[in-house]
């Protein structure tokens, strides 16, 4: 058995945000007392417009006192269903000083997976986004009987439901004092929120989050990163832990939170447009533009793509002489000026040219993503941790980093690894257990420590190492363990290839499923002169070929019974829509297996080949 134990926290009951909160509830109202900056900016029409701390807890305030003249009470829970916006916040800050639970719904759940969290949760009241979202809601509103009351954050084209303006104007009958004691009445162990997990392998569960958990993560991070003066862009989904924990510890320290439009082709333009200095994100974005900086190097002519090789080459140099304490010469700074000015400053400017750190989590990254970035002057730190642990668990910081590990664990949180490879973690940011689920919560949660389902181990320096879910290992029909995020990660290194899904379980040897990569296949059916059809692609010749090659490349990093021996093109994107991608960019593997269970059979007919099949 394996261990690692870092500073232990003294109690979740004690722990206190930088503002000096012992309860989200308390929150706003102590920060806002300490910063004078800019907490929210967003943009309306063409303009970037900004929002102060005091009008944030004005408008916290006056939205809480709404909630409570509706009969909003302690512990009844409110749904909020809407993309990432500054309403969201506003709305999760103004129901937690209200004393309710916030369950959040991803805007991008179908009506079926919203009327799951209604009924699971017994909402008493939903604020939704728009028109688009309340349809969804109408169509299940019947089965909903705790649901009391619905409130639009925009105008819903005269259907009746209530706004944040007639809200705000209903809690004019509620007066300060009685808000105040209110917030007085919210204790450490109560419970703040119910997260509701993804539901890769089956229903989504509820998470059981207290003030104390939040709390204590918030200062797990806030003593691990420097995020005063910060501003950070914010895109992620806000009803998934690392956003809200990120969210909240942005509010505490007074850095500015700002919010993307909400519209995927504008992401690297609001990023430019923003400037951020820290940027939360996922795998895919990052994985995105350096296989698009990737591409862009293979078809430039001979001289432009080694001097791009170069400058990287210097801004790689730069960074290890930086982690060993060397000053650099007169001559090598002169050097890594050249490289910036080259090639360097323009990878920086598709983050907005002041990004001093990127975070990501949530999935597996490759370590030639990492080294990119950081070669750019772009550290992109990867942590990790779970719905259950409030987002947190582990960070490579810039002090401390590891490419191929997830950190160190952060202060407070201990890790452990069993003689099966499974990590535990034990800490104040261990969640209270699954709403209305006795078994699962007593299965997951024992003597304290959490058990992970992933699969990992701690080197010597005490760097946390995921090698995978322990659910998802495959066991070949020859007994051989098999983990199939290493090749599929490995796979996803091609350009053309934007997911894979490995299959072998109690089989005689692997096949995989591949998406080709949206973006990217346009260039290569130019490349290969075949039309760009994702159906025509995905039967063609040529295109099985150039995938084949992908499929051989990522092959040669494996023994040969951790290879794939047959592979299908699926001719249509996963999607969160089809229900095959979580709102966190994850395949829900049980889901995919299931739907593409005939083709699967049919990868496994007769001998394999040298060649994959089609879809």
Same mark, same amino acid.
Request: charged share 25%; proline share 4%; hydrophobic share 40%.
């Given at each position: 058995?394996?261990?690692?134990?870092?500073?232990?926290?003294?109690?979740?009951?004690?722990?206190?945000?930088?503002?000096?909160?012992?309860?989200?509830?308390?929150?706003?109202?102590?920060?806002?007392?300490?910063?004078?900056?800019?907490?929210?900016?967003?943009?309306?029409?063409?303009?970037?417009?900004?929002?102060?701390?005091?009008?944030?807890?004005?408008?916290?305030?006056?939205?809480?006192?709404?909630?409570?003249?509706?009969?909003?009470?302690?512990?009844?829970?409110?749904?909020?269903?809407?993309?990432?916006?500054?309403?969201?916040?506003?709305?999760?800050?103004?129901?937690?000083?209200?004393?309710?639970?916030?369950?959040?719904?991803?805007?991008?759940?179908?009506?079926?997976?919203?009327?799951?969290?209604?009924?699971?949760?017994?909402?008493?009241?939903?604020?939704?986004?728009?028109?688009?979202?309340?349809?969804?809601?109408?169509?299940?509103?019947?089965?909903?009987?705790?649901?009391?009351?619905?409130?639009?954050?925009?105008?819903?084209?005269?259907?009746?439901?209530?706004?944040?303006?007639?809200?705000?104007?209903?809690?004019?009958?509620?007066?300060?004092?009685?808000?105040?004691?209110?917030?007085?009445? %919210?204790?450490?162990?109560?419970?703040?929120?119910?997260?509701?997990?993804?539901?890769?392998?089956?229903?989504?569960? &509820?998470?059981?989050?207290?003030?104390?958990?939040?709390?204590?993560?918030?200062?797990?991070?806030?003593?691990?990163?420097?995020?005063?003066?910060?501003?950070?862009?914010?895109?992620?989904?806000?009803?998934?832990?690392?956003?809200?924990?990120?969210?909240?510890?942005?509010?505490?320290?007074?850095?500015?939170?700002?919010?993307?439009?909400?519209?995927?082709?504008?992401?690297?333009?609001?990023?430019?447009?923003?400037?951020?200095?820290?940027?939360?994100?996922?795998?895919? %974005?990052?994985?995105?533009?350096?296989?698009?900086?990737?591409?862009?190097?293979?078809?430039?002519?001979?001289?432009?793509?080694?001097?791009?090789?170069?400058?990287?080459?210097?801004?790689?140099?730069?960074?290890?002489?930086?982690?060993?304490?060397?000053?650099?010469?007169?001559?090598?700074?002169?050097?890594?000026?050249?490289?910036?000015?080259?090639?360097?400053?323009?990878?920086?400017?598709?983050?907005?040219?002041?990004?001093?750190?990127?975070?990501?989590?949530?999935?597996?990254?490759?370590?030639?993503?990492?080294?990119?970035?950081?070669?750019?002057?772009?550290?992109?730190?990867?942590?990790?941790?779970?719905?259950?642990?409030?987002?947190?668990?582990?960070?490579?910081?810039? &002090?401390?980093?590891?490419?191929?590990?997830?950190?160190?664990?952060?202060?407070?949180?201990?890790?452990?690894?069993?003689?099966?490879?499974?990590?535990?973690?034990?800490?104040?940011?261990?969640?209270?257990?699954?709403?209305?689920?006795?078994?699962?919560?007593?299965?997951?949660?024992?003597?304290?420590?959490?058990?992970?389902?992933?699969?990992?181990?701690?080197?010597?320096? &005490?760097?946390?190492?995921?090698?995978?879910?322990?659910?998802?290992?495959?066991?070949?029909?020859?007994?051989?363990?098999?983990?199939?995020?290493?090749?599929?990660?490995?796979?996803?290194?091609?350009?053309?290839?934007?997911?894979?899904?490995?299959?072998?379980?109690?089989?005689?040897?692997?096949?995989?499923?591949?998406?080709?990569?949206?973006?990217?296949?346009?260039?290569?059916?130019?490349?290969?002169?075949?039309?760009?059809?994702?159906?025509?692609?995905?039967?063609?010749?040529?295109?099985?070929?150039?995938?084949?090659?992908?499929?051989?490349?990522?092959?040669?990093?494996?023994?040969?019974?951790?290879?794939?021996?047959?592979?299908?093109?699926?001719?249509?994107?996963?999607?969160?829509?089809?229900?095959?991608?979580?709102?966190?960019?994850?395949?829900?593997?049980?889901?995919?297996?299931?739907?593409?269970?005939?083709?699967?059979?049919?990868?496994?007919?007769?001998?394999?080949?040298?060649?994959?099949?089609?879809?």
């Amino acid at each position: 058995m394996t261990s690692a134990t870092h500073t232990e926290a003294t109690s979740a009951e004690t722990a206190v945000s930088a503002a000096g909160a012992t309860t989200l509830a308390e929150l706003i109202d102590r920060t806002a007392g300490l910063h004078s900056g800019t907490a929210l900016r967003y943009k309306e029409g063409n303009a970037w417009t900004g929002m102060s701390f005091n009008q944030l807890r004005q408008v916290v305030r006056d939205i809480a006192k709404g909630l409570m003249a509706l009969g909003v009470e302690r512990g009844h829970r409110v749904s909020i269903l809407s993309n990432t916006r500054a309403e969201w916040t506003i709305v999760d800050l103004a129901t937690l000083c209200a004393g309710a639970t916030v369950a959040p719904i991803y805007h991008t759940n179908s009506p079926g997976e919203c009327l799951y969290v209604l009924q699971h949760s017994e909402a008493h009241a939903l604020f939704v986004e728009d028109a688009d979202q309340l349809s969804k809601i109408e169509q299940v509103r019947g089965d909903c009987t705790a649901l009391e009351h619905v409130i639009s954050i925009e105008d819903t084209g005269g259907r009746g439901y209530m706004s944040l303006s007639a809200l705000k104007e209903a809690g004019a009958s509620v007066s300060d004092e009685q808000l105040d004691e209110r917030i007085a009445s %919210v204790g450490p162990s109560d419970l703040a929120t119910l997260v509701y997990t993804s539901g890769t392998t089956g229903p989504p569960k &509820g998470c059981m989050l207290t003030h104390a958990n939040l709390i204590a993560t918030m200062s797990m991070y806030e003593h691990q990163l420097d995020l005063r003066g910060a501003v950070v862009f914010m895109f992620l989904p806000l009803a998934h832990s690392l956003a809200r924990v990120t969210q909240m510890v942005a509010i505490d320290v007074g850095a500015t939170i700002a919010y993307w439009e909400r519209d995927p082709a504008r992401l690297l333009a609001n990023l430019a447009e923003v400037k951020p200095t820290h940027f939360p994100s996922v795998p895919r %974005v990052f994985e995105k533009i350096y296989t698009a900086a990737e591409a862009g190097l293979e078809e430039q002519k001979r001289l432009k793509r080694a001097v791009a090789q170069w400058a990287f080459a210097t801004g790689r140099e730069a960074r290890r002489r930086e982690e060993a304490g060397r000053r650099p010469g007169l001559l090598f700074r002169r050097r890594y000026q050249l490289a910036e000015k080259l090639v360097l400053s323009k990878v920086k400017a598709l983050f907005g040219g002041q990004l001093k750190l990127a975070l990501t989590g949530a999935a597996p990254i490759a370590e030639d993503v990492l080294e990119f970035f950081d070669s750019a002057g772009i550290p992109v730190l990867e942590g990790y941790g779970m719905t259950e642990s409030c987002a947190a668990s582990t960070l490579n910081t810039e &002090g401390e980093r590891r490419f191929g590990s997830v950190g160190k664990p952060l202060p407070g949180t201990r890790v452990r690894v069993e003689d099966d490879g499974e990590i535990l973690m034990w800490g104040p940011h261990v969640f209270a257990g699954y709403f209305k689920d006795p078994d699962a919560t007593s299965a997951t949660i024992v003597d304290g420590w959490l058990r992970t389902g992933d699969l990992g181990h701690v080197d010597d320096d &005490g760097y946390v190492h995921v090698t995978g879910r322990k659910k998802d290992i495959i066991i070949t029909s020859s007994g051989k363990n098999i983990t199939p995020s290493n090749i599929e990660n490995q796979l996803k290194e091609s350009r053309w290839i934007s997911e894979a899904m490995v299959v072998g379980d109690k089989r005689p040897y692997l096949v995989g499923l591949i998406w080709l990569d949206r973006e990217e296949a346009p260039m290569l059916a130019a490349k290969l002169g075949v039309d760009a059809d994702p159906l025509s692609m995905a039967q063609n010749e040529p295109v099985q070929a150039e995938i084949q090659a992908a499929v051989d490349e990522a092959n040669s990093h494996f023994a040969r019974i951790e290879q794939l021996k047959r592979f299908a093109i699926i001719d249509h994107e996963l999607s969160q829509a089809s229900g095959e991608l979580t709102p966190t960019l994850k395949v829900k593997r049980n889901v995919v297996h299931k739907r593409y269970a005939e083709l699967i059979d049919s990868l496994y007919a007769g001998e394999p080949g040298e060649r994959g099949e089609r879809s």
